[in-house]
């Protein structure tokens, strides 16, 4: 189980990946996401050599997968962030106008 599924999962987050930089930026993903991802992947298939290891490994990399597709791992590992709400317009009257403050209660 550890060694197949690992792959099918690092190919499957491959693709999520690529979908996602090609959708939100129109242009491939670059290398180092790619690259930060495939040494996750490596990393668990090393532990996966383990045979007791292997099948945690295995749902380990499917976990990354879910967490991935959730937008619940940081944007390196799992493609583009969506893009940010756009700031709150500042508030406009005469306070802010560089007006001469008024005396109060006199």
């Known amino acids: 189980m550890g060694r197949t599924a690992i792959v099918t999962a690092w190919l499957f987050g491959m693709g999520l990946i690529t979908y996602r930089f090609i959708s939100r930026q129109h242009q491939p993903p670059i290398p180092g996401s790619l690259l930060a991802a495939s040494g996750t992947f ?23 997968d879910l967490a991935a597709l959730l937008n619940l791992l940081p944007g390196s590992l799992a493609g583009p962030a969506a893009p940010a709400a756009a700031a709150p317009r500042a508030a406009t009257g005469p306070q802010n106008r560089g007006a001469a403050p008024t005396q109060t209660g006199a």
């Open 42 to 64: 490596a990393l668990l298939a090393l532990l996966a050599e383990y045979e007791p290891a292997g099948a945690p490994a295995a749902l380990a990399a499917w976990g990354f």
